[in-house]
Every structure is written in structure tokens, then in C-alpha cells.
């Protein structure tokens, strides 16, 4: 009996001996290592299909309150006077 094996990295499909279920074996096309499944792809499109629920979608974060901008007021530069030098 033959397992159909599918390549993850370059999708190609491939049969293989049963007696390697549940072992590694090197893609013919591309040498990337694959785990034979147990069950060839056609049995498995037999089987019922479980969708697995999505989880619940989550809430935008409430908006940020934006508070009015005052203005900046403006001083006058203050100037200080130089001390007075000993002459």
C-alpha cells in the first residue's frame, strides 16, 4: 500500500511505501525533509472536516481624550544688569 505525501516547501506530491508512516523522507523534488503521514490524502478527504472557532476578535482601544491647547504666552526677555567692575 502506498501514502500520498505532500511537500510543504514546494507542494509537490508524492507516493511512498506505507510501511514509512510516521517517519521522515526527503522531498524528490527539492530534498526538504517531510514527515510521511500515516493516513494517505485520500483517506483523509473521507474524514469530516473540524473547523477550528476563530478567536474573538478584540475591541479598539477607546479613544484618547484630546484636550484644547492653550497658548503658550510669551514673557519679555528680562536683562539683568552686569555688576559693576572695580576700576
Do not use: H
Amino acid at each position: 500500500m502506498e501514502v500520498r505525501c505532500r511537500c510543504a516547501a514546494c507542494s509537490t506530491q508524492f507516493k511512498i511505501d506505507a510501511k514509512f508512516a510516521g517517519k521522515k523522507a526527503k522531498c524528490p523534488k527539492c530534498a526538504t525533509v517531510v514527515v510521511v503521514p500515516s493516513v494517505s490524502a485520500d483517506e483523509l478527504a473521507t474524514f469530516p472536516t473540524v473547523t477550528v472557532p476563530q478567536p474573538a476578535a478584540t475591541q479598539p482601544a477607546p479613544e484618547v481624550a484630546t484636550f484644547p491647547t492653550a497658548e503658550i504666552p510669551t514673557f519679555p526677555a528680562v536683562v539683568q544688569p552686569k555688576p559693576a567692575t572695580a576700576a
